[in-house]
């Protein structure tokens, strides 16, 4: 329990925003706790602590960012502040992009032994692949497990809402880059990837692609910037280059689809399924489709009150996804 003293002192730094004092004090009472036999409550209150800073710490970048963006106004609209809490060891990935991603978080744990030796680290990025296969998701992850903040750069509101304003938009978030250390995700990126060699191409496209590839060069801090897109076959291959890493995903094989409803599926037994003919049915369909039909058989398994899940409930779910999916592809 907490001193009459430490109470009175949480409230003094609460009211007053000291949220530093009011942090020493939260870790006093927790190594107070801790001294008294109460671990878990000791490690839960020492938990908590780290979160709320992380928290705050995050939306104060975010204030920063939109304040530094301030002078055209709209910027909150490009940059968007994306809350982060999964790890990468949440995701399922195949081998070999496992691989790749564990190499960039690495290389960003050892930045200032690879910058001191005149070594560029993987911070420039670019993620292709079709769509629900862990783009986002991934870059969200990476952000989390590095302790940074994540921030959508919304490229397609930048460039058709502020034509014309582009450039300076574009500016201004590198310049966030520079000051503000985090991950910033280039969602949809083929929106100005794509404009280099198009025959009709838009001059104020093209002068924004070049200043993309110009901030990404000069980039300085260690910021991680990563462009995501749908259409990576379709972008000028000389824009690879400019990337430290260029990470494809895929569709699941049958081993990550396994992987994926066993994660999945957990808490309704998957003991039942028979995994050949599951794995016909999820074929060709993204992880998100996936997930969407895992939670559509646990629906079914809880309305009918079932034990467990059944291969029919699952294979009709993933039914359903694939008719869904190619309606809309
Ligand atoms: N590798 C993965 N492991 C586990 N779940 C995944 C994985 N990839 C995607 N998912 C699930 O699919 C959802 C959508 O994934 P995500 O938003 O990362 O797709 P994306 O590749 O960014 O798609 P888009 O191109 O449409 O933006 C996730 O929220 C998650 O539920
Ligand atoms: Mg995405």
């Known amino acids: 329990m907490p001193t009459a003293n430490q109470i009175k002192s949480l409230l003094r730094s609460h009211s007053t ?117 862990g783009k986002t998701i991934t870059a969200s992850a990476l952000a989390n497990e590095l ?39 280039f969602d949809e990126f083929d929106s100005i990837g794509f404009t280099r060699n198009a025959p009709n191409d838009v ?21 991680m910037i990563i462009a995501a897109t749908n259409y990576g076959e379709r972008l000028d291959k000389a824009l690879f280059r400019r990337f430290d890493d260029l990470v494809e995903f895929g569709l699941p094989a049958s081993e990550q689809v396994r992987e994926t409803i066993k994660r999945l599926l957990h808490n309704v037994g998957t003991e039942r399924l028979s995994w050949r003919r599951v794995e016909q049915a999820a074929e060709g369909l993204s992880y998100a489709e996936i997930t969407r039909a895992c939670e559509e058989a646990i629906k079914d398994v809880l309305i009918h009150d079932l034990p467990k899940i059944t291969n029919q409930a699952l294979i009709k779910a993933l039914a359903e996804r694939r008719v869904y999916a190619y309606a809309n592809h």
């Open 17 to 133: 925003g000291d949220d530093e004092q009011f942090y020493a004090v939260a870790l006093q009472v927790a190594a107070a706790e801790a001294r008294r036999g109460h671990q878990k409550l000791a490690t839960e209150i020492r938990d908590l602590v780290r979160d709320t800073r992380k928290r705050i710490d995050s939306s104060e970048a975010v204030g920063n960012v939109v304040a530094l963006a301030r002078p055209t106004g709209e910027a909150a609209d490009i940059l968007e502040g994306v809350p982060t809490h999964l790890k990468t060891t949440d995701l399922v990935l195949e081998p070999s992009l496992r691989e790749r991603i564990d190499r960039i978080l690495r290389e960003q744990k050892n930045l200032s032994r690879i910058k001191e030796n005149n070594l560029r680290p993987r911070q420039r990025l670019l993620f292709t692949g079709p769509p629900g296969c």
């Open 203 to 223: 001059g104020e496209m093209r002068r924004v692609l070049n200043a993309f590839l110009v901030f990404i060069e000069r980039l300085r801090s260690n910021s």
């Open 147 to 185: 302790g940074l903040p994540l921030f959508v750069v919304r490229l397609d509101s930048l460039l058709s809402r502020f034509l014309g304003e582009s450039l300076t938009k574009l500016r201004l978030v590198f310049e966030a880059a520079e000051t503000t250390r985090a991950v910033y995700l």
